[in-house]
């Protein structure tokens, strides 16, 4: 697997941003291009001029005449390519599988991508009052204040374990200390107001950037890698756009139901996780997720990043490798990213972000305000 | 040149920003011009939604009546905004909120003219229709 930096403005055109992770992916599956079988190309297409940018990718990257589609589910696309590649390979169809996320955020303005962002909600109902991703998983994290009594501050604590990792990821756009004592600044963007109860520092930038996972038959990995890692459980749901249409707003119902699949089909329980991935697009996302995936009961988030057991040393090490909030969130490429990061774990081989020896990782991967989720459980 | 086509898109009324025109719930404008906020029910299966929809799911049903949100509704959620997307740069700040009527929720805006110290989730608002700029119309959330 490979992903490229995570930058702002690459300089390059798509194509190029696609072969920047598909080329590590290759060096590190040693394999030429006429062996990967088919591939799936995994974005949120509004932000870019290319049409099906599927075909044009194969071609430029040397995958043709394989098959090729593209799949496409917000924030959680390659998360959800790497579901259908393991369905091609389970089916018999193919035998090896790129699965190839991107995304260059940067030809529009930060104000456009917000409303097209935004638009990922209920463009008939929701958009017109106005909305936008901040401010939905605003609503969230008031909820989640009003039940529990989680502060702001205790979402801040989210950012600064982010950056305590951003700073170590090579791959990261944000890799500046952040420290709890920022939030309170008032000359320090951190504490700006965005949509209460979140500021500024609780959200993660936008970022062009590209991901590829090599997915493989079981015979083909054994026989391609000496360190490969397992596919163990696959878990995805969906859940009303419009707000209105849901009862909880304390969690994500899609990450629960797509983490209670993933358990399942893996046969381990959350306690079993010894490295997570989570979709901290912002601080209360990640507060959610160590809830919804079971890591706390629900309203005990916040005493796991209080005693820092995410922390690489804790008890169960989130986004050690800064996570979107500092790696930025170059929305195809996401969940590609954090696969990679979990099988650099699974594998030893994520350096100063190395988590001692573990044998389970999970990947939690969100669409929209909760509108798709997917959980993938890897093993080694 | 052929007859020009008439194009019901009233909907392109509904808020700051509408990104749809045509819809078959289209009546819901005409009731918003009358001062009214409607859901829509299956006449066959009996299933209310909010947003109001043409079409019911449960049944397969395309036959719905109008019913008027009414009432108070209990404030679940809600965000300030201080940025707002391309459009509602107008109307900053303003702030978004859902309310529970415990049959059905509604996601709309909270009255601009209630200072955000007075907001307080769990407390109790109805939906009033609000008028836009340009014929424009809404609905927001306001102490009962």
């Known amino acids: 697997m490979g992903q490229s930096a995570f930058v702002r403005g690459y300089p390059g055109s798509i194509r190029e941003l696609a072969f920047e992770g598909y080329k590590e992916a290759m060096l590190d599956a040693q394999i030429p291009p006429k062996d990967i079988d088919a591939s799936i190309v995994c974005s949120a297409p509004e932000y870019d001029k290319q049409r099906s940018p599927a075909g044009v990718f194969a071609e430029y990257l040397g995958l043709i005449p394989q098959p090729t589609c593209y799949l496409e589910s917000l924030c959680s696309s390659s998360s959800m390519g790497l579901r259908l590649a393991y369905s091609l390979i389970k089916a018999g169809l193919h035998d090896v599988v790129a699965v190839i996320g991107f995304q260059k955020m940067s030809e529009i303005s930060s104000e456009e991508s917000q409303e097209r962002m935004g638009r990922g909600a209920d463009i008939q109902w929701e958009s017109p009052f106005g909305t936008m991703m901040p401010a939905y998983y605003a609503m969230y994290a008031r909820a989640h204040m009003e039940e529990y009594g989680t502060t702001p501050d205790d979402l801040a604590l989210i950012r600064v374990k982010a950056s305590t990792y951003g700073q170590i990821n090579e791959k990261a756009v944000f890799r500046k200390p952040v420290s709890l004592e920022m939030f309170s600044d008032q000359n320090s963007p951190m504490s700006g107001p965005i949509a209460s109860p979140l500021r500024i520092g609780d959200c993660c930038a936008n970022a062009d950037g590209s991901s590829c996972i090599i997915v493989a038959s079981e015979e083909k990995a054994r026989a391609l890698s000496d360190k490969p890692v397992w596919i163990l459980g696959l878990g995805a749901a969906s859940a009303s756009v419009n707000l209105a249409g849901r009862d909880l707003f304390t969690g994500l119902k899609v990450a629960q139901d797509a983490a209670q699949h993933a358990y399942k089909m893996a046969g381990v329980t959350p306690k079993d996780i010894d490295v997570a991935e989570v979709h901290d697009c912002f601080t209360i996302a990640e507060m959610m997720a160590y809830e919804d995936l079971g890591f706390a009961q629900p309203g005990q988030g916040t005493e796991l990043i209080k005693g820092k057991k995410t922390y690489r040393e804790g008890s169960i090490p989130v986004n050690i490798d800064g996570g979107l909030l500092s790696k930025g969130h170059p929305i195809g490429a996401t969940g590609g990213s954090q696969i990679r990061t979990i099988v650099l774990q699974l594998r030893g081989e994520a350096g100063a972000m190395q988590v001692k020896d573990p044998e389970i990782g999970l990947i939690h991967n969100i669409g929209g305000v909760g509108l798709y989720g997917s959980v993938t459980i890897l093993g080694r | 040149?052929?007859?020009?086509?008439?194009?019901?898109?009233?909907?392109?009324?509904?808020?700051?920003?509408?990104?749809?025109?045509?819809?078959?719930?289209?009546?819901?404008?005409?009731?918003?011009?009358?001062?009214?906020?409607?859901?829509?029910?299956?006449?066959?299966?009996?299933?209310?939604?909010?947003?109001?929809?043409?079409?019911?799911?449960?049944?397969?049903?395309?036959?719905?009546?109008?019913?008027?949100?009414?009432?108070?509704?209990?404030?679940?959620?809600?965000?300030?905004?201080?940025?707002?997307?391309?459009?509602?740069?107008?109307?900053?700040?303003?702030?978004?909120?859902?309310?529970?009527?415990?049959?059905?929720?509604?996601?709309?805006?909270?009255?601009?003219?209630?200072?955000?110290?007075?907001?307080?989730?769990?407390?109790?608002?109805?939906?009033?229709?609000?008028?836009?700029?340009?014929?424009?119309?809404?609905y927001i959330f306001q102490k009962p």
């Not at chain 2, 819901?28 to 043409?54: Q, W």
């Not at chain 2, 019913?67 to 201080?82: A, D």
């Not at chain 2, 009527?101 to 209630?114: E, H, Q, T, W």
Request: aromatic fraction near 12%.
């Open chain 2, 1 to 138: 040149m052929g007859k020009k086509r008439e194009v019901d898109d009233r909907f392109r009324k509904f808020g700051t920003v509408s990104f749809t025109s045509v819809t078959k719930i289209n009546d819901f404008i005409d009731y918003l011009e009358k001062g009214k906020v409607m859901g829509s029910t299956c006449k066959n299966c009996g299933l209310a939604f909010f947003p109001p929809r043409a079409d019911c799911y449960q049944c397969l049903q395309s036959d719905m009546e109008w019913f008027e949100v009414s009432g108070k509704g209990r404030l679940i959620t809600y965000s300030t905004l201080k940025y707002a997307p391309v459009g509602f740069g107008d109307d900053l700040p303003y702030s978004i909120a859902i309310l529970d009527y415990n049959a059905y929720k509604v996601f709309g805006r909270i009255d601009g003219l209630i200072p955000e110290e007075e907001i307080k989730v769990g407390m109790e608002m109805v939906t009033r229709v609000n008028r836009l700029p340009k014929g424009h119309l809404n």
